[in-house]
């Protein structure tokens, strides 16, 4: 159970807070509701670059690192496709660097053209490192649009192509902080070693006066229902022969997404798995396989992902695999499956919150999605989940015109 | 409305709280560690073995790592799998140059069962000729993978330069070994490195006195009886080593030199040194080669350590049109730390953020094992800690210079380019 407190500033910023008496750290981590599904088509990767454009300077800080690290501390950010997350980790004494900061960013930035210049660079950087120089690296940027038609989903966090970031000017970069970065965009938690009675006068000192900007009412292009299997193969410079099957499935909201979660668990999560016995160590079809959920805002994926062994056709596998997701439609799964899979998923939910950070994100996290109170519960509607409900599930989700196919074919093979 | 041009007054930190796990002694050499405080349900244990890349010809130690749960008379690879997943087991083996590691994460009323249903695996595995090929087969693909990466080409190549005088150290694992590996080579190292090659337990979670007498006795069988010692004369061979890789948009670069570890008198301060060049977000590499230049994603340097020695490692990836500029501009960081002074803000950054890390480090029962175990790996106490509060915060720019003078020096580097 992780006990906090919340209360929302007059300028619309929620705060969260969760004391950890055990603990000297404290945790400054600042959500803003903006992602790259807020982008517009001709300007992706916009939220990702605007994420190290944060650390190049504000109003009236000339430069972020440098305070934090003086007062002990450390930080990083993450930007998804749904959110862009900041947090500082500090020794709980000198939490009011920490707010000095991030409250100073929020009012607003002052980074230099240089500052555009240089991260632009090493965001592409980034980007060959990650995406292009990596065996598979390109594989999301290829899935993407082959699955979504429609929602920004379609393109990946880091961008399209590398020349939307090239081209990004000053402009773009002042009037994407003025639609998405204020206090009503925002969540603050706060996680530590600190009275509650602190949090509250230290939130009102630094946060307090920072002006109040009306939520930006997201409206972003529904992804119609699939109803066509779909098919792509690229050729690349790989040693192996790559399948990825992805499956829409609900948002992360609809009652359906843990059973979904359950369900991707019973068929790829470990050595234990229904694809990794059948697919791979009774037929020795595939080096690897695995199933996982995207675990994104909007409607998602299930996927399943792995490598050929040598020898074998895509076709062989398509036959197996499908005989086994025909499987999880037609018969109920066995009560001692459930059970294991029921007791990893409590047993990775403990080790998550042991960690004062994690605490934190997650509990952002949940207050963006429905409300923080949901990091307590959803142990209990993960062991409510019954057989019946996965075949459920399995039977809309598991369905050959609810599912997109990329091959990665190794360019010298047959 | 507050001042926010000056930044909230810092409260330094002046002490920390270490905390030892409990020492259980199995033998001379070979201990059971046991931390446990810890707040919740989670626990963990690893096992240490004698069992390292450095203790087998070519790859046999790795494989048998990698084999080490594959199946034993009574069990197969998918029933030990099925005992620990289903008991919500997450198990993570690895291995280094000079010991192998297996861990598992569990809820503490799972532990006692899953240690149990691990060791008999362990002692029992027969590497039956099908799990063997299909692990070897499966390893071959990896391998294949692993070198399209700039990054772990350079890496390989870094090796073979750093370890150059010791082949059981440089060697780099290729095609033909995994091709050419037998079955009784892989039994006869297991024997000797794991049944007999315990060297150390460690248990973190709130578990009984009865939990850990259990574990203490299945583990005596395997205590190690091998000589508890590794090389301390290994040399670097120096010089600037080059690969191409078609069609590669970025290089890696990897350089670095043999060195030390905790037990040398300069240790400390070359931590610090090195923090300042290159471990943090702040340092002279990060500001130079991504902040100021774009050349890259990231930059950074680390002191590694192995049992009777260590090493200094700076490691990037960089556009491959700013390789040659980036060796310019590490060099040129380098030389500035020998030739000028770091200035007083400087160096009080430096240790604010150390002192704030070290803080960070000791804070919970699974950052506290690990930092007492990165001490007693060479035979040091927590007090090694306490020092080290001690060495942050009276080190000098003097002294900065003086150790950038004496270890880094350009020519005694090995210098590896992929890409």
Same mark, same amino acid.
């Given at each position: 159970?992780?006990?906090?407190?919340?209360?929302?500033?007059?300028?619309?910023?929620?705060?969260?807070?969760?004391?950890?008496?055990?603990?000297?750290?404290?945790?400054?981590?600042?959500?803003?509701?903006?992602?790259?599904?807020?982008?517009?088509?001709?300007?992706?990767?916009?939220?990702?670059?605007?994420?190290?454009?944060?650390?190049?300077?504000?109003?009236?800080?000339?430069?972020?690192?440098?305070?934090?690290?003086?007062?002990?501390?450390?930080?990083?950010?993450?930007?998804?496709?749904?959110?862009?997350?900041?947090?500082?980790?500090?020794?709980?004494?000198?939490?009011?660097?920490?707010?000095?900061?991030?409250?100073?960013?929020?009012?607003?930035?002052?980074?230099?053209?240089?500052?555009?210049?240089?991260?632009?660079?090493?965001?592409?950087?980034?980007?060959?490192?990650?995406?292009?120089?990596?065996?598979?690296?390109?594989?999301?940027?290829?899935?993407?649009?082959?699955?979504?038609?429609?929602?920004?989903?379609?393109?990946?966090?880091?961008?399209?192509?590398?020349?939307?970031?090239?081209?990004?000017?000053?402009?773009?970069?002042?009037?994407?902080?003025?639609?998405?970065?204020?206090?009503?965009?925002?969540? /603050?938690?706060? %996680?530590?070693?600190? +009275?509650?009675?602190?949090? #509250?006068?230290? &939130?009102? !000192?630094?946060?307090? *006066?920072?002006?109040?900007?009306?939520?930006?009412?997201?409206?972003?292009?529904?992804?119609?229902?699939?109803?066509?299997?779909?098919?792509?193969?690229?050729?690349?410079?790989?040693?192996?022969?790559?399948?990825?099957?992805?499956?829409?499935?609900?948002?992360?909201?609809?009652?359906?997404?843990?059973?979904?979660?359950?369900?991707?668990?019973?068929?790829?999560?470990?050595?234990?798995?229904?694809?990794?016995?059948?697919?791979?160590?009774?037929?020795?079809?595939?080096?690897?396989?695995?199933?996982?959920?995207?675990?994104?805002?909007?409607?998602?994926?299930?996927?399943?992902?792995?490598?050929?062994?040598?020898?074998?056709?895509?076709?062989?596998?398509?036959?197996?695999?499908?005989?086994?997701?025909?499987?999880?439609?037609?018969? /109920?799964?066995? %009560?001692?499956?459930? +059970?294991?899979?029921?007791? #990893?998923?409590? &047993?990775? !939910?403990?080790?998550? *919150?042991?960690?004062?950070?994690?605490?934190?994100?997650?509990?952002?996290?949940?207050?963006?999605?429905?409300?923080?109170?949901?990091?307590?519960?959803?142990?209990?509607?993960?062991?409510?989940?019954?057989?019946?409900?996965?075949?459920?599930?399995?039977?809309?989700?598991?369905?050959?015109?609810?599912?997109?196919?990329?091959?990665?074919?190794?360019?010298?093979?047959? | 409305?507050?001042?926010?041009?000056?930044?909230?007054?810092?409260?330094?930190?002046?002490?920390?709280?270490?905390?030892?796990?409990?020492?259980?002694?199995?033998?001379?050499?070979?201990?059971?560690?046991?931390?446990?405080?810890?707040?919740?349900?989670?626990?963990?244990?690893?096992?240490?073995?004698?069992?390292?890349?450095?203790?087998?010809?070519?790859?046999?130690?790795?494989?048998?790592?990698?084999?080490?749960?594959?199946?034993?008379?009574?069990?197969?690879?998918?029933?030990?799998?099925?005992?620990?997943?289903?008991?919500?087991?997450?198990?993570?083996?690895?291995?280094?140059?000079?010991?192998?590691?297996?861990?598992?994460?569990?809820?503490?009323?799972?532990?006692?069962?899953?240690?149990?249903?691990?060791?008999?695996?362990?002692?029992?595995?027969?590497?039956?000729?099908?799990?063997?090929?299909?692990?070897?087969?499966?390893?071959?693909?990896?391998?294949?993978?692993?070198?399209?990466?700039?990054?772990?080409?350079?890496?390989?190549?870094?090796?073979?330069?750093?370890?150059?005088?010791?082949?059981?150290?440089?060697?780099?694992?290729?095609?033909?070994?995994?091709?050419?590996?037998?079955?009784?080579?892989?039994?006869?190292?297991?024997?000797?490195?794991?049944?007999?090659?315990?060297?150390?337990?460690?248990?973190?979670?709130?578990?009984?006195?009865?939990?850990?007498?259990?574990?203490?006795?299945?583990?005596?069988?395997?205590?190690?009886?091998?000589?508890?010692?590794?090389?301390?004369?290994?040399?670097?061979?120096?010089?600037?080593?080059?690969?191409?890789?078609?069609?590669?948009?970025?290089?890696?670069?990897?350089?670095?030199?043999?060195?030390?570890?905790?037990?040398?008198?300069?240790?400390?301060?070359?931590?610090?040194?090195?923090?300042?060049?290159?471990?943090?977000?702040?340092?002279?590499?990060?500001?130079?080669?991504?902040?100021?230049?774009?050349?890259?994603?990231?930059?950074?340097?680390?002191?590694?350590?192995?049992?009777?020695?260590?090493?200094?490692?700076?490691?990037?990836?960089?556009?491959?049109?700013?390789?040659?500029?980036?060796?310019?501009?590490?060099?040129?960081?380098?030389?500035?730390?020998?030739?000028?002074?770091?200035?007083?803000?400087?160096?009080?950054?430096?240790?604010?953020?150390?002192?704030?890390?070290?803080?960070?480090?000791?804070?919970?029962?699974?950052?506290?094992?690990?930092?007492?175990?990165?001490?007693?790996?060479?035979?040091?106490?927590?007090?090694?800690?306490?020092?080290?509060?001690?060495?942050?915060?009276?080190?000098?720019?003097?002294?900065?210079?003086?150790?950038?003078?004496?270890?880094?020096?350009?020519?005694?580097?090995?210098?590896?380019?992929?890409?």
């Amino acid at each position: 159970m992780i006990k906090f407190e919340r209360f929302t500033l007059d300028n619309g910023l929620r705060v969260i807070f969760h004391k950890d008496a055990t603990t000297p750290m404290v945790v400054v981590n600042t959500l803003y509701d903006v992602g790259a599904r807020d982008e517009s088509e001709d300007k992706t990767g916009f939220a990702h670059l605007f994420e190290h454009l944060m650390f190049g300077g504000s109003v009236n800080i000339p430069e972020f690192d440098t305070p934090l690290q003086m007062a002990g501390g450390e930080n990083n950010a993450f930007t998804s496709n749904d959110i862009t997350n900041y947090y500082d980790v500090l020794p709980a004494k000198n939490i009011e660097t920490g707010l000095w900061l991030e409250s100073d960013r929020m009012l607003s930035l002052a980074f230099t053209p240089k500052s555009l210049e240089v991260q632009r660079s090493v965001v592409i950087e980034e980007f060959k490192q990650r995406y292009l120089n990596q065996p598979y690296g390109d594989v999301w940027l290829e899935l993407r649009p082959l699955v979504y038609k429609s929602h920004p989903y379609k393109w990946a966090t880091i961008g399209k192509e590398i020349s939307h970031i090239e081209e990004a000017t000053m402009d773009d970069v002042k009037g994407f902080f003025k639609k998405h970065y204020n206090p009503s965009n925002a969540i /603050l938690c706060i %996680a530590g070693n600190i +009275e509650f009675e602190d949090v #509250k006068s230290l &939130t009102q !000192k630094w946060y307090g *006066d920072i002006p109040a900007v009306e939520k930006t009412v997201r409206n972003l292009p529904v992804e119609p229902k699939q109803t066509e299997f779909r098919e792509k193969t690229i050729k690349r410079k790989v040693p192996t022969n790559a399948f990825y099957y992805a499956f829409r499935m609900v948002d992360r909201n609809h009652s359906d997404y843990l059973t979904i979660d359950v369900l991707s668990d019973s068929l790829g999560r470990d050595k234990s798995s229904r694809l990794y016995l059948s697919i791979k160590k009774e037929q020795n079809l595939a080096s690897s396989i695995g199933a996982y959920i995207t675990g994104s805002i909007d409607e998602g994926l299930l996927v399943i992902s792995g490598k050929l062994n040598d020898g074998v056709s895509f076709q062989e596998l398509d036959n197996a695999l499908w005989k086994e997701l025909e499987l999880l439609s037609n018969e /109920l799964v066995p %009560a001692d499956e459930l +059970e294991r899979l029921k007791i #990893k998923i409590q &047993t990775s !939910k403990e080790f998550s *919150d042991q960690g004062l950070l994690n605490r934190a994100m997650n509990l952002s996290m949940y207050e963006l999605l429905s409300g923080a109170e949901k990091i307590n519960e959803e142990s209990e509607i993960y062991g409510r989940i019954t057989p019946k409900d996965i075949q459920r599930v399995a039977k809309e989700v598991l369905v050959k015109t609810n599912c997109s196919l990329l091959k990665v074919k190794a360019e010298n093979a047959e | 409305m507050p001042n926010r041009t000056l930044q909230p007054e810092l409260i330094a930190i002046d002490s920390i709280d270490f905390v030892a796990p409990k020492k259980h002694q199995l033998s001379d050499t070979v201990s059971l560690y046991h931390m446990k405080d810890v707040p919740d349900e989670t626990s963990r244990f690893d096992l240490y073995f004698d069992a390292g890349v450095c203790r087998g010809q070519k790859g046999i130690a790795t494989f048998v790592n990698g084999l080490i749960l594959s199946g034993t008379k009574e069990k197969t690879s998918n029933q030990i799998q099925s005992e620990i997943n289903s008991l919500g087991g997450f198990l993570d083996s690895g291995i280094s140059v000079e010991n192998s590691v297996l861990s598992v994460y569990c809820l503490r009323e799972y532990l006692p069962t899953i240690f149990k249903s691990v060791i008999h695996a362990i002692q029992g595995v027969t590497f039956e000729a099908k799990e063997v090929k299909e692990y070897l087969a499966d390893r071959k693909q990896n391998l294949q993978i692993s070198r399209e990466k700039v990054g772990y080409l350079a890496q390989q190549n870094f090796r073979e330069k750093l370890f150059a005088s010791n082949e059981r150290y440089s060697y780099t694992l290729s095609e033909n070994d995994i091709e050419t590996t037998s079955i009784s080579e892989l039994k006869a190292f297991h024997e000797k490195h794991y049944l007999n090659g315990l060297t150390k337990v460690v248990l973190v979670g709130d578990l009984s006195k009865n939990v850990v007498d259990e574990i203490l006795d299945a583990c005596k069988p395997m205590i190690s009886s091998n000589p508890d010692v590794f090389t301390d004369k290994i040399e670097n061979e120096s010089g600037k080593f080059e690969q191409e890789k078609e069609g590669a948009v970025q290089s890696a670069i990897r350089l670095g030199r043999i060195l030390f570890n905790k037990n040398h008198p300069d240790y400390m301060d070359f931590l610090i040194l090195n923090t300042l060049l290159g471990d943090y977000f702040g340092s002279r590499l990060m500001t130079n080669i991504r902040e100021d230049k774009g050349y890259t994603y990231g930059i950074g340097s680390m002191v590694a350590e192995l049992n009777s020695t260590g090493y200094f490692l700076i490691a990037t990836e960089v556009g491959s049109d700013v390789k040659t500029e980036t060796l310019k501009e590490i060099q040129f960081e380098i030389e500035q730390l020998q030739s000028e002074l770091v200035p007083n803000d400087e160096l009080e950054l430096v240790r604010n953020y150390m002192l704030g890390q070290l803080l960070k480090s000791a804070d919970g029962p699974y950052a506290m094992t690990d930092l007492f175990l990165s001490a007693e790996m060479h035979g040091k106490s927590l007090d090694f800690y306490n020092d080290a509060l001690e060495a942050i915060g009276s080190i000098t720019s003097e002294r900065i210079q003086e150790l950038a003078k004496k270890y880094l020096k350009w020519d005694q580097f090995s210098i590896v380019t992929v890409g």
